[in-house]
Each structure stands twice: as structure tokens, then as C-alpha cells.
């Protein structure tokens, strides 16, 4: 199952960045993809007083896309036998030249080394931040000395239905695109594949409350009829999947599936540690038609928590707010 086609590899440090090269590569090969490494450099100036647009200033702008082009050319060496490997370097701010990077060229993932914040303790940079709210692609976030085999993927999906049809229907696509995604992945690492649903029954607060005087009995049915819906929501879910998944594919994946009931923002990361993921593939983007959401607040609150790599997929009709420069 290829899901790629054109890749965007970015170059961080160059000890950091063995990892996202190395797993660029292999998707590249296992995809038939077309693979582009990239560094961004900040745009220097000459010195105070000094014009940035004038002779010197040019010069040293030169000078350091030079230097940055011999180091991506010594990094991706050692794959030249293997696939035809493209390199740019771009000078801006980071994640604004990365995404316009993707609108020029149609890249359909982004794969980067996490830059650790460790006075944070989190595993993301704000810039690796900016990535995920903002790149209308899906962006892969290796963790640092990460492991080169994947063995245990989790897939949080949400399959809530209680919203408008459109949402519906673009969620829907989201989750199939989201698995599909992943069972490739898990397909290409010979991983295991989870698939987790949290769930939580949004009246039962209110009819354990004193004034509402509701039976545990009814209370519990309630609980138990939502936890069925949702039960049949994600197999129906992963039915569609196999549907679209060769017999071979369908033999060997065979996903466990976590129907858990609680919050997402608490939940999700508890099972990531519980079965000890090495990736955790999930949809980033807040709930549409809401000005001024980029990223959803349990998407980000859930990888402020994790400890592995992230893959962040957005529907199809995300629209970036960089724009690429005329």
C-alpha cells in the first residue's frame, strides 16, 4: 500500500537528523517516492549599520548557503546508491519557509527530527509546534534517538458522530485516512497496530446529579448503550478498512482495538505508555466552521504528553495560513 509520492525531509543538526533521514529513505524506496532533503538558515545581517541588502550582506548570505549546501550533500551520501536524493536550502524564519517549501511543490509528508525542549520537559519545539498547527501535510516527528523499527503503532481516532453531517462526513474521511496511513506503516515496519477510541457519555454527569434523581439502573444502561454505539462506530470503521486492504494485508494486520471510556486528553497518552508505542498517528485539526482554530485543544494537550514519535494528519480541505511569497 504506497501513501506517498513526494516526500520533504528536514534537516535540523546534523546528529539529530540521521534519524529522519534514514526513515525518509526507506519510506522513499518502500513508496517509489520522490524524496527532497531541505536546511533552513535565518537570514544573516552585515552589522550594525551595515544594509542587509547591499554587497556584504549578500555576500555572507552566500557564503552560509554554501556551507549549508556541502553539509546536506555530505548527509545524504551515504543513500546515493540507493535513490536519487534532491537537496535545497532556504533562509527565513523555519517553519514559514517549510511550508511554503510544501504549497510551491506538493509534498504530501513532512519528516523532521523533534527539537527537544528540555527546560519544558516536552518532547516538541515550538517551531516543531508551528508544524503541526500550520503544514497543510501530514508531518512525521521522530523522537530523538529514536529506534529505526517501528513495532507498535496506535491510531487515536474519533469517531463521535453527535455533529453536523458535513463534520461528520469529514471526520469520517479523516479516520479511513488516518488508518490507511498507518496500516501502511505498520505494514513497511512489520509493527503492531492499535486503534484507540476514548469515549465518554456526555449526560451521565448530569443524571448522577442531586436534582435529576435519576436510578443507577438507568443511569448505567445509559452509559452502556452509548459505549455499544461507539463499539460499533470504530469496528464499522475498521471494516472499511479491511475492505480496502489486500487479503494479505488484512491477514497480518489484525488491530487491537481500545475502547476506552474517559477523556482523550488523559487517556490516549496513558495507553501510548501502556503498550509502549513507538509511533502514534492522529488527526490534529479543531472542529470546522470555528475561526481561529488551527489545532484542536485535545490534540495538542495529548502530544504535550507523549514520549514517541507523532505523525499528524489534517482533513484534505485544511487550508494553511501561510501563504507562499509572491
Not at 91 to 107: A, S
Not at 205 to 229: D, N
Request: with cysteine; aromatic share 4%; hydrophobic share 45%.
Amino acid at each position: 500500500m504506497q501513501r506517498f509520492k513526494n516526500i520533504l525531509c528536514i534537516i535540523d543538526t546534523e546528529t539529530a537528523s540521521s534519524a529522519a533521514i534514514q526513515r525518509a529513505v526507506k519510506l522513499a524506496r518502500n513508496n517509489r517516492a520522490a524524496l527532497t532533503v531541505v536546511k533552513v538558515f535565518d537570514r544573516v545581517s552585515a552589522g550594525i549599520g551595515m544594509p542587509d541588502g547591499g554587497p556584504i550582506s549578500i555576500e555572507l548570505q552566500n557564503a552560509l548557503e554554501q556551507e549549508q549546501q556541502v553539509i546536506l550533500g555530505n548527509l545524504i551520501k551515504p543513500y546515493a546508491d540507493q535513490l536519487l536524493i534532491s537537496m535545497k536550502v532556504l533562509q527565513g524564519i523555519f517553519f514559514v519557509e517549510v511550508i511554503r517549501e510544501v504549497l510551491r511543490n506538493q509534498y504530501d509528508l513532512v519528516i523532521k527530527t523533534a527539537h527537544t525542549e528540555s527546560w519544558l520537559t516536552r518532547l516538541f519545539s515550538s517551531d516543531d509546534m508551528h508544524l503541526l498547527r500550520k503544514c497543510p501535510c501530514p508531518v512525521w516527528l521522530l523522537k530523538p534517538q529514536g529506534i529505526q523499527t517501528i513495532k507498535r503503532i496506535l491510531v487515536a481516532l474519533d469517531v463521535d458522530d453527535s455533529f453536523p453531517s458535513q463534520e461528520i462526513r469529514s471526520r469520517q474521511q479523516l479516520n479511513l485516512q488516518i488508518l490507511q496511513m498507518a496500516s501502511s506503516l505498520a505494514l513497511t515496519d512489520s509493527a503492531e497496530l492499535h486503534i484507540a477510541h476514548v469515549w465518554q457519555a456526555a449526560a451521565e454527569i448530569t443524571m448522577r446529579s442531586t436534582f435529576m434523581e435519576v436510578p443507577e439502573k438507568a443511569i448505567s444502561a445509559y452509559v452502556e448503550q452509548v459505549r455499544q454505539h461507539r463499539s460499533k462506530l470504530l469496528n464499522r470503521l475498521v471494516n472499511e478498512l479491511e475492505l480496502s486492504s489486500s487479503n494479505d494485508s488484512q491477514d497480518y494486520l489484525k488491530p487491537q482495538l481500545h475502547l476506552k471510556q474517559g477523556s482523550a486528553q488523559r487517556e490516549i497518552p496513558v495507553i501510548a505508555k501502556q503498550i509502549s508505542a513507538d509511533l502514534v498517528v492522529m488527526g490534529t485539526v479543531a472542529r470546522t466552521g470555528i475561526p481561529g482554530f488551527i489545532m484542536g485543544n485535545t490534540a495538542e494537550t495529548i502530544l504535550n504528553q507523549l514520549d514517541c514519535s507523532v505523525l499528524a494528519v489534517k482533513p484534505a480541505a485544511f487550508v494553511s495560513p501561510v501563504t507562499v511569497e509572491l
